[in-house]
């Protein structure tokens, strides 16, 4: 509407109609000419906040702006899927907002063994890796997460009551930067806990230019986007953990600690017979909510079957009932899941080296014979989530599933073990 129009225009006088005045003439010293109008029921509610209209809902009610319902939507979707990890161990309890949502803090689950789950948040996304808080008068971390999301990590801890002083362990699997990209900055916040690492490892957090470095290398765009770089965790506060250390929690609660390679020479297993409970990073494999099975996780540049193998068998002396992944959450009975690991990983090996020598036989080589081994695995072992899921959420797990354990790393991983295999380079470790 043009307001720069004279009040005698024809304009003019159909403002002045409409907002009633057009049958006396304005005293100045009355006030404003609108002042005295009849309010008028407009289509649009006003944002107090914003200072600008935005629609009403259904219900007569302001609507929420765009961001914000997306916001909610997202925060909705976040719950159904938590609510789903809530189903597999009977008794656990989810921590929830006053609004019936998830809680600005990383999700956090308490299950019937009183092991507490808090979701790292890696790139931003829950069900991908968990850090796992025992509750001992000596409380430790398993698992940190990487550097880029580690400020959810610090803030669950903060809301389960753990202040700067409490912390005594940060035990790590291993230090590839979705498990232990956080070190640094875990160390910083919590100056009295010790980072727990295996000998092969620690030297790499003290001073971690190699590791980011070649990290950055496998993980491409994803290092900055993702991962993020690790900073130094002091060397006064490491402890390299020799095979069967043992860590003590205080009243009679020890951990004890297995060197478990395979997926990678430096890798650990937390034993917790106090609940009957295994810690396997990586070395059991992945499985996130809404997978049936497990898949291996096989990258280069370490991964080494028979490793692999043994270390589950070190698993089995401990007959654990109960099998905590980093990616992702409790699993069980142990027993069976330790024979479908096992399993699993001979599947992928054979599959693979078939693959390998078809490629061979077809004459291709380098990237040709990776892409060929890689697209043979993925038609083999193709996750088929439920049925009943979205298909928004069937997207969103298939790239979950993909930025963590990628079928052409895999393939990559495999191919080099078998080539090392079969040229005689590897070592008892790897």
């Known amino acids: 509407m043009d307001h720069d129009q004279p009040a005698g225009s024809r304009a003019g006088q159909r403002r002045r109609r409409d907002r009633g005045l057009h049958h006396r003439r304005h005293d100045p010293a009355a006030g404003p000419a609108w002042a005295g109008a009849a309010p008028r029921r407009a289509p649009w509610g006003d944002d107090p906040v914003r200072g600008r209209p935005h629609r009403r809902g259904r219900r007569g009610r302001p609507r929420r702006p765009r961001h914000r319902r997306l916001r909610r939507l997202e925060r909705l979707r976040r719950l159904r899927r938590l609510a789903w990890v809530d189903t597999r161990s009977e008794g656990s309890e989810l921590t929830l907002s006053d609004d019936g949502g998830p809680s600005d803090t990383p999700p956090v689950l308490t299950h019937d063994d009183g092991v507490i789950a808090i979701d790292t948040l890696t790139a931003g996304m829950t069900d991908v890796t968990a850090g796992y808080l025992i509750d001992a008068p000596r409380p430790a971390l398993i698992e940190c997460g990487p550097a880029l999301t580690i400020g959810s990590v610090l803030q669950g801890l903060a809301a389960l009551g753990l202040g700067p002083t409490d912390l005594a362990y940060l035990v790590l699997t291993h230090i590839h930067l979705d498990h232990a990209g956080g070190a640094g900055d875990v160390a910083a916040a919590f100056p009295n806990a010790t980072v727990v690492v295996s000998e092969h490892g620690a030297r790499h957090l003290a001073e971690p230019d190699r590791l ?81 099975e497990l898949r291996p996780a096989t990258p280069p540049p370490e991964f080494h079957l028979d490793a692999a193998l043994r270390s589950l068998d070190r698993y089995r002396e401990r007959s654990p009932g109960r099998i905590y992944l980093a990616h992702y959450g409790p699993v069980d009975p142990a027993d069976a899941v330790l024979d479908q690991a096992e399993e699993q990983l001979r599947r992928w090996v054979e599959v693979a080296e078939q693959a390998r020598n078809e490629a061979h036989t077809l004459g291709l080589t380098g990237t040709h014979e990776l892409d060929h081994v890689a697209e043979t695995l993925q038609h083999r072992f193709h996750v088929q989530w439920p049925q009943s899921a979205e298909a928004a959420d069937v997207a969103e797990d298939d790239a979950r599933l993909r930025m963590l354990n990628d079928t052409r790393a895999n393939a990559a991983g495999l191919l080099r073990y078998l080539h090392r295999r079969d040229t005689g380079e590897l070592t008892e470790l790897g």
């Open 212 to 292: 980011n470095a070649s990290s950055a290398r496998v993980y491409g765009p994803l290092f900055d986007t993702v991962y993020g770089a690790c900073t130094p965790v002091p060397a006064e506060r490491l402890r390299s953990i020799a095979d069967r250390d043992e860590l003590d929690l205080g009243a009679g609660r020890v951990l004890e600690l297995l060197h478990t390679p395979g997926h990678a020479k430096h890798h650990l297993g937390v034993v917790d017979p106090d609940i009957g409970a295994v810690f396997s990073g990586d070395s059991v494999g992945v499985q996130l909510p809404g997978m049936t």
